[in-house]
């Protein structure tokens, strides 16, 4: 065995991992649960993208999907959860529909990956060689220093292209989500005691 | 590291199997040392904990367990919490409840993989180490979460719900804080701003200009309230609610819970003193930049000592964090959001901005000599502070009683 089989066998048991966690999200009955084994999966997936050498990806699905998106999703959950939708149970009907679902993305997926030289064809072949772990010298894989001068407009990639236009776009969204929730979530004026009584939850 | 370990353990092996162990081995030895790291802390930070509680508060604190200053007074708390009944309520989701502690403990252990005790002395040197801690820290809150809900108890869940809600919302100021020393360094790599630090004192970080210095001051408050320390701790608040999210939680796992805290406050101390002061080196010895201590003594024994100015740097600020704990009362959960909504937050961009204007518009002349006034005046005033404490006594409260300090 050599090393690239270990890097290989440790890809495998992160990625089965991340996988059972994921099919957890699906099959257990207690919501808070699903929640957590959520957590897991995001954290594998986080995960795999270190194994790949994309270490600033990875932190930003830590920092984004688990610090801010998971958190959100275990507050609504945990303080939603009353009575009927704290045990989830999915009939027989939703299961095989979720099945066949389920299998045909997959088959989409496999297909798509079993014909990588179709779409990996535009990349070097010395670029494949991404090590699986992190580099001994740090300073020669600057992906977050690459990203950012992409953001920039310097045209960054085997293709040479950059990203300033979408970088732009995706922050006009965010500003405009940051207001939307903001006004979503503001105190409401009473408009009087018959307002207040309604007002109680 | 990994050459190294492969080189020895040929000796014994082939080429082969060396080049294949080495990794895991080496990855074992470190994930061992940090792990012995953090437990061996927790130790010392219990014990300073109650002695500077009981100082503060005009006591001794332990003295009987261990000889006269109660030394041993955490082994015995281990071992009390060792045998402590295992209890889970019923009403507790027994995998969530299990689960939590662990959580806690892992995040903050995590952290440790990319804090640098020394140049090149760090288990993963990653190019983005501060982003990586920052993102492996916010993890920690699930542990809370999932202990606060899972205890089936309505204080847990009231203080696991207020202590998520404060954590998630100083990520966001100590995030920002954070980018400005490293706006000032150009890159996120801790090794790297550290050793752009080596020299003088006056190569701090902390004395580059006014907006990093106030950004040290904002950093640490966001670090003591993302740690739930007081004046933070209302997930643990006793008088409102029992013990908050920890309050079904007895012997070990709530010892999970403790180290994770001592784990946070140790890894954010050292991420303040790694971006701020300096990281390992000591401001004096040797005084031209560049140059490293194991330049002068060898590898062994410069790291040794770099990584002993670092540990007894952070362990300075860990005890500023438990003097404010028993110095300063609790804030209501509504003025810990107004701290860091109303005032934090803008307080950290507008340090944001001006440290982004100061590195692009100021004449390159201040850029390097401000810092020599900066360390000049506050060297100046920690030695007039001292000279005042040490040259005139306090008065003594009461007429009479002989004060225990004066031995």
């Given at each position: 065995m050599t090393l690239p089989d270990l890097q290989a066998l440790l890809f495998y048991a992160v990625a089965v991992l991340t996988g059972l966690c994921a099919i957890g999200v699906v099959v257990t009955q207690n919501i808070v649960r699903s929640a957590a084994w959520l957590l897991f999966t995001l954290g594998g997936v986080a995960g795999i993208f270190f194994f790949l050498g994309a270490d600033f990806v990875g932190a930003t699905q830590l920092i984004v999907y688990v610090g801010g998106t998971l958190v959100l999703v275990v507050f609504g959950v945990m303080l939603t959860a009353q009575g009927p939708f704290i045990s989830l149970r999915t009939g027989a009907a939703e299961w095989a529909m979720s099945l066949v679902v389920g299998l045909l993305l997959f088959g989409v997926l496999a297909v798509t990956v079993a014909h990588k030289e179709t779409w990996a064809s535009g990349r070097a072949p010395a670029e494949k060689q991404k090590p699986m772990v992190i580099a001994e010298d740090p300073d020669s894989s600057p992906n977050s220093v690459l990203i950012g001068h992409g953001f920039l407009g310097q045209p960054i990639g085997p293709n040479k292209t950059a990203y300033l236009l979408p970088f732009e776009i995706v922050s006009v969204h965010l500003l405009v989500v940051l207001i939307g929730a903001a006004y979503l979530a503001r105190a409401k004026r009473r408009r009087g005691a018959a307002a207040n009584a309604a007002d109680v939850r | 590291m990994t050459d190294l370990l492969s080189k020895l353990l040929a000796l014994f092996l082939e080429q082969d199997t060396a080049n294949l162990i080495a990794p895991i081995l080496l990855a074992i030895i470190q994930g061992s040392v940090l792990v012995g790291f953090v437990a061996l802390s927790a130790v010392f930070f219990i014990w300073l904990e109650r002695k500077v509680a009981g100082r503060i508060q005009d006591r001794l604190g332990p003295?009987?367990?261990?000889?006269k200053f109660g030394w041993l007074q955490t082994i015995a708390d281990g071992v009390k919490l060792l045998v402590k009944e295992d209890l889970i309520p019923a009403d507790a989701d027994h995998m969530l409840f299990r689960l939590g502690p662990y959580i806690a403990f892992c995040a903050s252990f995590l952290a440790f993989l990319a804090l640098p005790f020394g140049n090149g002395v760090v288990a993963l040197d990653m190019n983005i180490a501060v982003f990586y801690m920052l993102a492996v820290m916010s993890a920690e809150i699930f542990g809370i979460i999932l202990a606060g809900y899972g205890s089936g108890s309505k204080w847990s869940l009231f203080g696991g719900m207020r202590e998520a809600a404060q954590m998630v919302s100083y990520e966001v100021p100590m995030a920002i804080c954070v980018l400005v020393p490293v706006i000032v360094a150009g890159s996120m790599r801790l090794t790297t701003i550290a050793n752009q630090q080596a020299?003088?004192?006056?190569?701090w970080y902390v004395f580059h200009d006014p907006f990093t210095f106030a950004a040290f001051w904002v950093y640490f408050t966001c670090a003591t309230a993302s740690c739930k320390r007081?004046?933070?701790?209302l997930a643990e608040a006793e008088s409102e609610l029992v013990a908050g999210f920890h309050t079904e939680y007895s012997g070990l796992r709530w010892s999970f819970f403790f180290m994770a805290e001592y784990a946070s406050m140790f890894a954010v101390s050292g991420i303040a003193i790694l971006l701020f002061?300096?990281?390992?080196?000591?401001?004096?010895?040797?005084?031209?930049?560049?140059?490293?201590l194991t330049d002068y003594l060898g590898p062994i024994a410069g790291n040794v000592i770099n990584a002993f100015v670092f540990i007894v740097k952070c362990w300075l600020l860990v005890f500023v964090m438990m003097w404010v704990r028993w110095t300063l009362p609790r804030l209501r959960i509504d003025q810990v959001m107004e701290t860091c909504l109303k005032y934090l937050l803008p307080i950290s961009c507008a340090l944001l901005l001006g440290v982004s204007l100061w590195q692009v518009a100021m004449p390159d002349i201040v850029l390097d000599y401000l810092k020599y006034l900066a360390a000049l005046a506050c060297v100046g005033l920690v030695l007039a502070v001292v000279f005042k404490m040490v040259a005139r006594r306090a008065p003594l409260p009461f007429a009479g009683v002989t004060p225990l300090w004066k031995k």
């Open positions: - | 003295t009987r367990v261990g000889g020299g003088l004192l006056c190569n007081a004046p933070f701790d002061c300096g990281g390992w080196n000591n401001g004096f010895f040797p005084f031209l930049p560049g140059q490293d």
